[in-house]
């Protein structure tokens, strides 16, 4: 009974999504809301604060766990690493206030399909709906499922993406409220009430200047994304009404099951789907690709179930996006465009993309968590320090208020208030050196995590090869054989053939505006057959042909044509997972019609009939894909119908069968110019590149050789998994493609199949797998064990699905590798999204899909991104030590001085805060980026052992010059305690200074009380202490070999190099002005010499440990070979395994799934789709405990 009421208590949303999360049911209890009331009340609002925080204390605080189907307060928690959690409360709809009647009836559904969730949330009689909003969605209490759902009728709420403006004095308490500005700001008044006003006064100005432009920045960014929804909650529509004709109304008012009737251009304020007609959009807004698509309307209108079960990528070509640009319609028959809205607001793509803006995907990287643990480590010390100052002040019967305000103190030396400003600082610099090589950011947070990028994913098509296509000729068929070739370069006109006619008819190209627009290899195709476009007039259109259609005809450069004209009746669209597109056409004068295909040539023979495909098919495309060439295969078949009605009732199925093969048609797709010097350069790095492609495999293949992808001489092993059959199970076969190089002079690479096995010699990283989209798949369903073990040597995926492309950057990463992906195509979003750093090369200034966007279309943009991302990694590194180091060089110092009851003074502390620590934070990070990249990655953890072991050993040297100079000063035949026996002091001031003057003002010092500054230490201390800073800031600063060395730092360097030379003045001045100001005790010269050479002692020792030792990567690398440490990640380990194994790789064999002699490869996740929730949910309890300080 409890494990069931346990079970009750939770359950999940959205599973298996992006966005999931655990839901946790909890019932308000009065008396304890009461109670914490009282208790914020006594604690002054802190209790209030600490619930601000943290959401989930509020809801174990005030509330008790119940069932979901009766709590009134829903917890949710994220289910990825962070663990982040969220309060809801339960929102209960009346439905009986609906003016629509509703039958009470329990047996009578309240829609008409009884499996509705609706009709499963409404409770009855009482006809209410309980419902919770998460991140704008609305899910409703499913009462027979038991579990939230999401929904997008009844409970949808208007349609509308409304996007807040948020008020300045939300988002000024927002930033305010952030726990690290509430302890800056306890600091500063601490401080202020001290008198320490001039650098509380600097801080108070940078976080005022911090936060201003912060909420400056977030308010634009709202008023931005409020612009771009505003005029898509104020289109009027107009709808189909039944039994009432045509309305036209707000398209607030839009809900789904809407008949939407589309006129012309316009923006669509929905998602609906296309019942009748077709029309042309633009989807720049969701793809970045201002290509414009045409939509078809969806086949059988009775009945809606079967486009449901369809893919995402099949059901697009049918749906219209809200966001997009209607650019065309094309009505069929006299009827009007109409379409049946599917989702409004926030349900919609536009609704997904904005929500994806306004609640991105954490960032999961070490150096956020591990920058927190080392706060925290950092206040354990100051709260150590805090109760050492208690002891030593009680000890001396000091004060209780004076004992606690000096115990504060120290407890607020340890975290330095520069802290987010200097690390924001590191990240803005980047931006902007970014910024002036044409790569625009939308995510700055990610360039940091671009210096730990080791995987870099490309498309073929427009990234690693020339965008435009140039035609290089044709291969018609006739006669089930290949005829002789027609090459483009011989200027002669195609001559007419059912070929030319489908090279001129199968495409969706549009007319706008007298400009023929569309897809760039649809308009090469089509310009090569120097045909022209024109709208459908009066003489073509017969047979209740729209007048919107497309004519095509020959033009004054074309061949003599019998045909005087083609007109395209019916589309079916080009898609990525189909691989292909077709078109209805009718032909001038002729009384049928023709259908006209084109594709990839493997997709397209499936289609045509057998006896009409060439028997040296397969032989014959190989000839031309193992050259680079790009291959289209084109086909045709008459359809033997006259009436346009007819054509208009085909299903594509029906189209696309029984066809006769016309031929191939050849591309050349030539690698752009700098597609090699960098590929190159990134291989010198160790950063390993993949080519994930659309296009044929041993095309890819070939790009691949050709780019040095694959270098010379290693090995590539094709990949090829079969789904299972009736009694055979699913298999994978493994190939070894032989590399035969032509004679020289020709720059071409043959690729035969063969039964040769790899070298023993040659086993390791000198092999390459191949595969295509369609194996990934089976090995993804099938082989799931197998997978890691391909993807840590696979170089090629081609024939990949915008799904499949996004599915493997995520396995990528799943391996811990750092992933980057480039590309330019709509196929590309997907990934681009998924990857550590997606980067598009595109036009636009920021492409909504990716983090990053290259005004310069080519793939120099991956090592300047990776270049800044690694300077900006160190950068950030170098002033977190810094600043740690800064804070334990003060905290020392002040501590030994604790021990007298005394400290620095004022100005003491001012000139290390704010001459030296925040000019040099504010600096140290504008090093620019090493023009090389390294063989190797900087260091992604803080929590590193050369790292902790430079701080533990700086902190070390430091502790011991300072405990040795305040030990040793003590030993002087001149030293007194001042503030003890001020006489003593007067007596003998005399023998300290050489400056007459400056002795004849040291009078009147004898009422120094006990906590006052003027001490032999603190003189002693404090050039000890500055110099320590200014050497911890140099050494820190490393160049070579992640960036430019740091005299390239002009303004760092500078302020450097014056800041030592104040500090050697200060320290020699015999002034009596410097020494009042400074609070100071003249010293002999010869301490003071003493002093300095201290400070450079300990400068020598902190240099020559940070740079021989620390940052001896050699060193390093013999010390974790020695101890037997190696790299925890899980494609290193990975590759150590399989390069023990000599079974593999695996070549010239089959293995199936299920074949107990080579392992089971199924993956029981993929059977068994409930599964992977429930595992989720047993998981949850373990990374609890794992990630608690993440979760701070």
Known sequence: MEEKSRKDHRALLNPGEENELEVFGYETQNLRRVLCLLISVLTCGVLLLVFYWKPQWRVWATCIPCPLQEADTILLRTTDEFQRYMR??????????????????????????????????????????RYIQVQKIRYVWDNVEKRFQKVGRLVCGPNAIEVEIQPIWKLLVKQVLNPFYVFQAFTLTLWLSQGYIEYATAIIILSVISIVLTVYDLRQQSVKLHKLVEDHNKVQVTISVKGQGLQELESRLLVPGDILILSGKSSLPCDAVLIDGSCVVNEGMLTGESIPVTKTP???????????????????????FCGTEVIQVKPTGQGPVRAVVLQTGYNTAKGDLVRSILYPRPLNFKLYSDAFKFIVCLAFLGVMGFFYALGVYMYHGVSSRDTVTMALLLLTVTVPPVLPAALTTGIVYAQKRLKRKNIFCISPQRINMCGQINLVCFDKTGTLTEDGLDLWGTVPAADSCFQEVHSFSSGKALPWSPLCAAMASCHSLILLNGTIQGDPLDLKMFESTFWIMEDCNEDHCKFGISASNIIIKPGPKASQSPVEAITIVRQFPFSSSLQRMSVVAQLAGEDHFHVYMKGAPEMLARFCSSETVPKNFAQELRNYTVQGFRVIALAHKALKMGKFSEVESLTREKVESELTFLGLLIMENRLKKETKPVLKELSEARIRTVMITGDNLQTAITVARNSKMIPQGSQVILVEANEPEESVPASVTWQLVENQECEPGKNETYINIGNSSVPDGERGSCYHFAMSGKSYQVIFQHFNSLLPKILVNGTIFARMSPGQKSSLIEEFQKLNYYVGMCGDGANDCGALKMAHAGISLSEQEASVASPFTSKTANIECVPHLIKEGRAALVSSFGVFKYLTMYGIIQFIGTSLLYWQLQLFGNYQYLMQDVAITLMVCLTMSSTHAYPKLAPYRPAGQLLSPPLLLSVLLNTCFTCIVQVCAFLYVKQQPWYCEVYRYSECFLDNHSNFSTNESLERNWTGSATLIPGSVLSFE????????????????????????????????????????????????????????????????????SWRVSVLVAAFTHFCVAFFAEDAILQNRKLWLWIKKELGIYSKSSYRNWQKKLAEDPTWPPTNRTDYSGDGKNGFYINQGYESSEQIPREKLELGGQTTEQHFWTRL
Not at 1035 to 1042: D, E, L, R
Request: charged fraction near 20%.
């Open 88 to 129: 809801k409360k339960v929102i209960c709809l009346d439905l009986s206030t609906l003016k629509f009647p509703i039958s009470k009836n329990p047996e009578e559904p309240l829609l008409a399909d009884r499996h509705s969730i609706i009709n499963q949330a409404v409770l009855k009689p009482e006809l209410k709906l």
């Open 298 to 320: 969806l086949p059988h209108t009775e009945n809606t179930t079967s486009w449901k079960s369809h893919s995402l990528e099949d059901y697009r070509k049918h749906v219209l």
């Open 1018 to 1085: 603190s003189t002693t201390l404090w050039p000890i202490t500055t110099i320590n800073c200014i050497t911890a800031a140099f050494i820190f600063s490393k160049g070579k070999p992640f960036r430019k060395p740091i005299y390239t730092n002009y303004i760092f360097s500078f302020l450097l190099v014056s800041a030592l030379g104040l500090t050697v003045f200060i320290l020699f001045s015999d002034f009596q002005d410097v020494y009042s100001g400074m609070e100071f005790i003249p010293t002999k010269t």
